[in-house]
């Protein structure tokens, strides 16, 4: 679905009216992607309720000419976020560039926001690489490299009673794509509460309270069904171009028996004659019409439950001052 993304930095806010930060760190091919997730994201979540999402990224994420005209319309300096009030954050990773994420040109940015937040905002949401960026921040968790990307859709059950979970369910789907894991024990051991978690992605949602309620995600409820694909087409290109070695593992959970066999196949045709004109044969076609969306019932159910956290917060807050 293709939603129209507004920017709102001349919208007068309204009491009631929920003000988001969208910090967003993608790199340029998704970074409107990304936009469009979290706004129709949203806008499920919200219903009624009304919400201003402000759009921001970190000034030393490398962008491209067109991605800088598009930033100057709808983005606002960073400089505007340390000095606007806002309810909740959400903030995205991007892709690695280098070994350590101190290593970062946008690390002393990340760290700021990082600090900023726990005492200008009601609550933040940490977005794969965000939320390891955050946690090791914070807690000095380094997280470790997979031996594999870790890519697909997969189920995930609750492990603690929370507000935010709540009407999710016992077990939700949810997509994961990254390299890197964070440790589960030693989340728990720095006081980090684990909301949910599977053999195989470890720790996918957690929270921490420093004032304001923190909420990491290893995975992407925002997601939209063919995002995982364009993903696999991405890393299959890079295949194809010579930019990496091995070819890249299809994603788990995520394409019907027959699907996969076909990308299978295309797999093999690869393997035997590596080309870039191949990508021209690569099933995208036959994938996009089987494709499920099992995660989203319980991403609207958990933003929206964080969305009324924020209006009740504020609510309350806004009593306290009237006091």
Not at 195 to 206: P, R
Request: glycine share 8%; charged share 25%; proline share 5%.
């Amino acid at each position: 679905m293709n939603v129209a993304v507004e920017s709102s930095r001349n919208v007068s806010h309204r009491g009631g009216t929920i003000v988001i930060g969208l910090v967003n760190n993608m790199p340029d091919a998704a970074l409107q992607a990304t936009e469009q997730q979290f706004y129709e994201l949203l806008a499920a979540a919200a219903g009624d309720r009304p919400f201003c999402l402000r759009y921001f990224t970190l000034p030393e994420i490398p962008r491209g000419e067109a991605v800088r005209a598009r930033l100057r319309d709808l983005y606002e300096s960073l400089s505007a976020l340390w000095t606007s009030p806002f309810d909740g954050l959400i903030v995205t990773g991007t892709e690695p560039r280098a070994d350590e994420l101190s290593q970062e040109p946008y690390w002393d940015s990340l760290r700021r926001l990082i600090d900023w937040s726990a005492s200008h905002t009601i609550s933040t949401v940490w977005s794969c690489l965000a939320a390891h960026a955050a946690v090791l921040h914070l807690d000095g968790i380094r997280r470790r490299r997979l031996a594999q990307k870790l890519s697909g859709v997969f189920l995930c059950e609750r492990r603690r009673d929370h507000r935010l979970a709540a009407g999710g369910g016992a077990v939700w789907s949810v997509p994961h794509s990254r390299y890197n894991d964070l440790p589960l024990g030693a989340l728990e051991h720095a006081g980090y509460c684990v909301l949910s978690s599977s053999a195989e992605v470890g720790a996918d949602a957690f929270i921490k309270d420093r004032g304001s309620l923190d909420v990491f995600f290893q995975g992407h409820f925002e997601y939209q069904p063919d995002t995982l694909l364009r993903e696999y087409r991405r890393d299959v290109a890079r295949y194809l171009a010579g930019h990496r070695d091995d070819y890249p593992e299809m994603p788990r959970g995520y394409f019907s028996a027959a699907v996969a066999q076909t990308f299978e196949d295309f797999r093999r045709c690869c393997l035997r004659d590596r080309s870039e004109n191949l990508l021209k044969a690569f099933p995208r076609v036959e994938a996009a019409p089987n494709l499920g969306y099992a995660w989203r019932g319980p991403a609207v159910r958990i933003y929206a439950n964080w969305l009324e956290y924020l209006a009740e917060r504020k609510g309350q807050d806004a009593g306290a001052r009237a006091r």
